[in-house]
C-alpha cells in the first residue's frame, strides 16, 4: 500500500470522490501545512500555513498515482495556490508528496496541465 495526500478544497467532497475510486484503500481527512516554496507542496521546513487536505491510502497494483493525480486536477481549480473565493485560505489546492517518484508524477502533470491550457484548442 501507498499513500498520497492531496488539499482541494474543503475536504468533505475530495474525501468522497477519492473513496469511490477503485483501488483506494482509506480515505483520511487532516490539516496539513503548507509551504512557501511551490504549489507543489513536499516535505520542506518553512510552515506557511495549513490546508484541508486527504490523505489517501491506495494499492498501486489497482490504481496508479497518475490516476489518482487526474482526480486531484478534476477536484480543485488548476494551479490555484489562494483561497477560494471567501471561503478562507485553508480551502487551497496542494499536493503533498511522499516519496520522490510522487514529486516527480505531480511536477509533471501540473507542466502538462498548464501546457494544455496554454496551448490553443483547433475548432
Known sequence: MQKATFAAGCFWGVEATFR????VISTASATRWE??????????HRPHRHAEAVEVEFDPAKVRYEDLLKVFWKTTTPLSSTARAGLGTQYRSAI??????QQTAAQASKESLEKARATPSRS
Open 96 to 101: 503533498f508528496f511522499h516519496t520522490s517518484e
Open 20 to 23: 469511490q475510486m477503485p483501488g
Open 35 to 44: 509551504y512557501r516554496e511551490s504549489n507543489l507542496q513536499g516535505r520542506l
